[in-house]
């Protein structure tokens, strides 16, 4: 029988309590993911222009920001917090559009793996300012993210191109084949760009406030100048889609809206800050890839997408293999330098170097 002090102990143990805090990510990315997947069936089936979509998004998502945090009150923000601030609303900008235009033309499962691609920003600090004896650990791991991706854009992951996939080719569609053809390595470079300026704005974020307030007071202002950023594209895509004859009506659908924004720009927001204060996972990371990869399967299981289940786990594992090689570093050295108070190693410690260019 346990003693009440050993109870206690495994209670107060690391382990339980980051539980609640591990089915929080995972719960905000499963969402997240359903929302992207939705975004993606609503696009494909309406024709709307992504930028007009994703802009009539992001005015409330930036009203809710404001509402919620109030940068104007509190503890007055310096300019050299606002000013890179309204400079990574136009990092911002630029990646929804990728990330839109790549998601329509990729497809989900693509467009959200290919934003894992952002860990080579942290390949590239490496290589150009971290120690020689690192070097070519780092460019191994950026080697087997770009044959992961290199599997991804030959449809390894698609049960009609899967090399591990028993389907007879009479069985698939012609369109389908072409389609996925058709893609390539260059169809994969719209949501790699994406996923870079991801990281790049996620950098820029944690470089201007290592304290968490001020980080979502601060991207509040993010997301508000990204909209304002947004709105010329928005406005011109409509234009042009209205005198070339082409669709450009918007048509509203409660849940690819309503998710969209809920759970694809506001709430995984929070979710991914819990996630580094608490977990110590930052967004390109094995462990964070291993739960966006269980959701994915959830979610291309559900809309009956053509998926390759042996297909999308080695790409998965190639991918995260490549991570981990590009992005891990001799721990011990790196624990003992590390100092306790400072606030940016609990975010970064588990996983990144304290290089000049953080990897997101």
Known sequence: MMSPKQISDDRGSPHFRHTPFQIIHLIGNFFRIWSVYSMYRYLNQTGAPVVLFLFCCLVPSSIIFLILQKPWKGRALSNQQIVPSLINGLITALYFILWGKGLKSCGPLRA??????????????????GRRGHVWKKVGGLIAMLVALFFLSQGWATSSLSPFSTKDSTEIKEEEVQTEQALGMMGMMIPVFAGILSALRRVIARRVSLKN?????????????ATCFLFPV???????????????ELPFSAWAFLSTIVFGIILIFYVDNIAEERLHMVFSSP???????VCIIVMEL????????PGFIVC???????????????RSKKDSSLKPED?????????????????I
């Not at 928005?234 to 450009?248: P, Q, R, V």
């Not at 462990?287 to 990869?293: E, I, K, N, T, Y």
């Not at 559900?302 to 289940?309: G, N, R, V």
Request: proline share 3%; glycine share 10%; with cysteine.
């Open 213 to 225: 307030q001020q980080k979502k007071r601060l991207h509040a202002i993010t997301i508000t100048s």
């Open 112 to 129: 959200i793996l290919s934003e894992y691609s952002g860990a080579v920003l942290g390949v590239l600090s490496g290589v150009l300012y």
């Open 234 to 248: 928005a406005m011109w895509d409509l234009i042009i889609g209205s005198s070339s004859g082409k669709t450009s």
């Open 302 to 309: 559900a809309y009956e997408m053509d998926f390759s289940l």
């Open 287 to 293: 462990r964070h890839l291993m739960v966006a990869g």
């Open 343 to 359: 606030p940016s190693n609990g975010i970064l410690g588990n996983d990144f170097d304290t290089s000049p260019i953080l990897p």
């Open 316 to 330: 998965c594992l190639v991918l995260g293999f490549g991570i981990f090689e590009a992005t891990s570093l001799e």
